[in-house]
């Protein structure tokens, strides 16, 4: 199946821990997003990576720390997790960055920090 | 900065009737609005999507307007099923501070009720 794929669906953790979430496309797409949707399903976007390089971070904490080891895998990796940081991140992808291009979304990891 | 306000928040609808959510944007940069549908446990996933060069776009029961003059622009469902309800998101995208991002509007309920 062509699509966005994300690992894992659910996390839940302890406060103070690192976890990494993976994700992957094989749609040929260019451009991968992490978007962050809060409880009350605002979408939010992080950053943006076109072919591997940064191109949109969006004042999002250090501790949050994106990894593209190539075009078709843009990682995420979360330092030292505290409570707000449970929300469903969704990563995304399009053919190239620019206007008129809508995205390819994955299903989620829900992401719960007790 | 860039803001995308959509209402309602939550809308529900009798099965065959008509449902209308209105989106206003604030950057007149913005020059795509694309329309998503996020299904429960799912990600958004991209329904339909209209170009400032035009006022209107329709595809068999759902339809996009846009007002470029009032930055609005509005999404019609019409004939409304069960299978319709989810969370709807408007967006507008284009060359904004930072570079080009897509803005999410903060997504309206729909409730069909058969």
């Known amino acids: 199946d062509t699509a966005v794929s994300q690992t894992p669906k659910y996390l839940v953790t302890q406060m103070g821990n690192d976890k990494s979430i993976k994700c992957e496309q094989n749609l040929g797409h260019d451009t991968m997003y992490w978007y962050k949707q809060d409880s009350k399903k605002f979408l939010k976007i992080m950053f943006s990576y076109n072919n591997k390089e940064l191109i949109i971070n969006e004042t999002v904490p250090n501790r949050f720390s994106p990894k593209s080891p190539d075009k078709a895998h843009l990682n995420l990796h979360i330092n030292s997790l505290e409570l707000g940081d449970s929300a469903v991140y969704f990563c995304a992808s399009s053919f190239r960055q620019g206007p008129s291009i809508g995205y390819t979304f994955g299903s989620g990891t829900r992401l719960t920090v007790v | 900065g860039e803001n995308v306000e959509q209402h309602p928040s939550t809308l529900s609808v009798q099965e065959g009737d008509s449902a209308v959510i209105k989106c206003t944007y604030s950057?007149?940069?913005?020059?795509?609005f694309p329309w998503y549908k996020q299904e429960l446990g799912k990600g958004p996933q991209l329904i339909i999507d209209?170009?400032?060069?035009?006022g209107e776009k329709k595809d068999q029961r759902i339809a996009v307007t846009l007002n470029k003059t009032a930055k609005h622009f509005s999404l019609h469902i019409t004939e409304t099923q069960p299978e319709d309800s989810a969370v709807y998101f408007c967006?507008?995208?284009?060359?904004?501070?930072?570079?080009?991002?897509?803005?999410f509007g903060a997504g309206t309920r729909l409730f069909v009720k058969a």
């Open positions: 967006a507008a995208s284009g060359a904004f501070t930072g570079g080009f991002k897509t803005i």
């Open positions: 950057d007149s940069a913005s020059n795509y």
């Open positions: 209209i170009r400032s060069n035009v």
